[in-house]
């Protein structure tokens, strides 16, 4: 299902924006693996392959309904962003990331964009929290605070300061303690990360 945000764009004060030209969102397919791939290398380089949150994306898949991309109006991918099911804690969550918009794009708002249909979609599906490690100025518009993360670590090393969490249902995260692993793989006891 694609749907056509109309030009201009208006991105509320203090950042406002208006964009130049149109662009869709839509659910990513099969034909869009090269220009994604290509999109992220652009983005992040090769060192993204070494994250941490990569480690919780390596050999799963993104929820269903919630990996989205946006194309300009001849088509070209600009951005992208998946969530991917995580336990955080022992509790049922989302990974947010990562989230790429192509240079030319970055001034259009389309990684706002992909964030709020990414949550509008997470919450509709009945997911009940985001985490990420990213920007906090950035992510704090979206509602994204480090105090839902606590008590909880990554599998390798973040910066504290930059591993936020959003509830989609209130105190979904409250009490939260331990470690955040891929949904798709079993809890083990294995050291925590410094």
Request: glycine share 10%; charged share 20%.
């Amino acid at each position: 299902m694609a749907f056509e945000l109309a030009c201009p764009i208006h991105v509320p004060a203090p950042q406002a924006r208006v964009a130049l030209a149109p662009f869709v969102m839509r659910e990513e397919a099969p034909g869009d693996l090269a220009a994604r791939e290509a999109l992220l290398d652009d983005s992040f380089g090769p060192a993204r392959f070494l994250k941490t949150c990569q480690r919780l994306r390596d050999g799963s898949a993104p929820a269903p309904g919630l990996a989205l991309v946006a194309t300009d109006c001849v088509g070209e991918l600009i951005g992208t962003l998946r969530l991917w099911p995580v336990l955080a804690g022992g509790r049922a969550a989302l990974l947010l990331g990562p989230l790429a918009v192509a240079a030319q794009a970055r001034s259009l708002g389309v990684g706002g964009a992909l964030i709020r249909e990414s949550l509008a979609r997470a919450a509709d599906f009945g997911h009940c929290a985001v985490l990420l490690v990213g920007d906090a100025p950035y992510y704090a518009r979206f509602g994204f605070e480090r105090r839902f993360t606590e008590r909880l670590t990554m599998p390798g090393p973040v910066e504290r300061v930059r591993f936020l969490g959003l509830e989609l249902v209130d105190g979904a995260l409250s009490g939260a303690q331990g470690r955040v692993i891929s949904a798709s793989t079993p809890a083990l006891d294995l050291p925590q990360a410094a």
